[in-house]
């Protein structure tokens, strides 16, 4: 009975942290749901069911034809992703990610105990960790959830690689690629440095860092088709370029922002983003990049009382590494983020908020040391002192707040529905932020007291510091019901799949005034209304779920190819004039806008209300539109590659029989042999595109999609130069007759990138055998 109780027990806290991780969203425990908002349910949803329907048809998707004329997939090689192929739906990808919460507080329960803590310390690291503000955030930014709920094996594996050596080198190995394969990049960076500091810094530095760098390495050869993909491919694409500082350094952490980590709705209610927020004048695009950074008064205090009885090198090194991580996550205000920007390939990255990530580990593993403390029966003083502190905080806040309410709303927004919203809600929050770390500080004097045992009174605490981040985390990532990426009927009839047709421009929707107005105008479930619209008007990467091809949309991932979006200010509807030229380079006839289009080059074929949103989708016809695949028959010649760009708008060009090439010399337009051509799309698939041509002569197979390291064409069966076109579109020289031309794309790095991984399972394979070998004598 012992032995079966200590098993019980030794299961019991990992076992409840499952349902714990739940408990902001238990509808999420079960697959009849899907997410929506923000990146989840616009970016990754779509493109996950893309690739699932893609491996379910026996191919790894590495084109994605359907945005920006084509750009590169990213290869998502994570292996719960590859499980999306069993069941390519939005319902099931949402699950999917759902389990992510209770993987990443076993990971921290796990680096707990891997760490010396007890089961009920390592309880409490994992539920600050999965239910802290910063994870539940990741969310709805989907591959960052996933970096961070392996974040913490990363530490405990690269630990006992450094340690151990043998079979733990390969077990971190396993760990490195499979968190690297999430593509989390910013997250697992600061994982594996920070794991690399805990692991080293002890005895023996050099034989552990040899440990810890060879399982990196092993880990990186094993992810190495997606890191040599990306690299091959980020040449062409904005991050290759260098992203602009205005762009690189959005979303900081404003100093302000830090009284978040006490009071949940310091910006806004964190469940109605989209209806009232009153924190506008802090972020640029209007909301933060994490809604959340919430870790309360009480999980505070108790990452205070574990930071000062921790462990001497892990107290320096997580308190070191949280305060450079705030540093830099204040951006260019803070200084440190405009330092390290000098550093070769840091303008590929954006987003400084990001580093947080290393403050919430740090708080939720010093809050299990916390605990930990607590039950021996010490820190109980300090903790008193440090939650009276964080409460007394939290209440000066809604005092000031309701004191100043009226400067303070009319400084924050002219809304008056915000001031209202303003006035009742964040002294309220922040009261109930207070109410609860301050119970927390009458239990430590209960404790102190002796009215209750240190064990009981730790056990209390933790059950505390759940209910305040499950109050604070409720509802931030909701949910709606499977229809919500079912596309209107009416819509679908119209059939803009079509191979041989056009690409559809999807005017963005806060560029038009109207959908403004109703924004401002709209006080409930405007998020999920916003995106319902969103994906009737198939914006990037919605489209990706119809196989509706798009293009000259904004650049939401910087990965789109250069020359392929339009400058920021055009996507005014008001300036259609200016745009309509490039619309048609992008072989674009279909427009779809919130907002009614005034042109004479632009019919209207339909006008569908939006259920009961009171939004109205207008579907256009762009008239005289450029043809995606044409004969050219006369050549011109541009010094650059811009320029190249720029002549199909010039007088004298026919944009059904021109095609410009780059020279080192520009030059006068030259024929070809040819007076007229047909082209005939024939079915194909992503990265695999076929043509049948007729010409009278010698002419140009010109295709109006990306040009792209990778692509290689074939005319009758032999191998043909594929040049580049017009700055970044396809052309193939093709002789007179019919012919038949076939294009295909394989992303640069990809025959590395399997050889390197070939050859590190099978470095891994030895790794393993040799462990698990007898030792001699």
Known sequence: MRIANGRAARWLAPLLLVPVAFLPDIGAALPVSTYYFRDVGQLFIPSRLYQGLELAAGRMPFWNPYVHEGELMLPSLYPLDLLHVLAPTPVFISWLLSLHLPIAALSAYALGRSRGMSRSAAFAAGSVYALGGFALSTLNLYHFLQALALAPLVLLALDRAAGRGGAWIAAAALVVAASVSTMGVELVVQAVVLGIVLA???????????????????????????????????????????????????????????????????????????????????????????????LGGLALSLALVGAWHAPRRERIVLLGAALIATWYALGPAGGLWSLLQALPGADAFRFPVKTMFVVHLAAALLAGRGIDRLRDGGGWRLLALAGAAAGMLAVAVGLGVGIAADALAAWLSPDPLVHDALVAQLPADAYRAAAVTLAGTLLAGMVILKRIGPGAGAALLIGLVVFDLTRAGSGINRQAHPSFFEVLPALAAEKLDRAEGGRLFSVPPASTYGFLVWLASSRSGADLWTYYATRQLFEPYFNLIDRIETAATPDRTGFAPRLSTLPIDDYDPKRLEAILPLLRHAAVDRISSLEALEHPQVRLRRTLPIAGSGLSLHLYELLDAWPKAFIACRAWFAGTRVRAAQLPHAAGFDPRRDVVFEAEQASAPRNSGCTAGSV?????????????????????????ATHARGWTARLDGGDVELRRADGRHRAVRVPPGRHEVVMRYEPPGLRAGLALTAAAALLLTIVLARAALPLPG
């Open 200 to 294: 080293v810094w002890r005895d023996d530095p050099a034989r552990r860092l040899a440990s810890v760098t060879a399982a990196i390495a092993l880990g990186a050869a094993l992810a190495a088709i997606p890191i040599s993909i990306t690299l091959g491919a980020l040449p062409e694409t904005a991050r290759g370029a260098g992203l602009p500082a205005a762009q690189s350094g959005n979303y900081p952490l404003p100093a302000i922002g830090l009284l978040q980590l006490l009071i949940p709705s310091l910006f806004g209610p964190l469940t109605q983003p989209f209806d009232i927020w009153w924190g506008r004048k802090f972020f640029a695009p209007g909301v933060p990049y994490f809604l959340s950074l919430y």
């Open 680 to 704: 005939t799309m024939l079915p194909g698939h992503p990265g695999e595109e076929r043509f049948v041509t007729q010409s009278d002569g010698d002419g140009w197979l010109v295709v109006r």
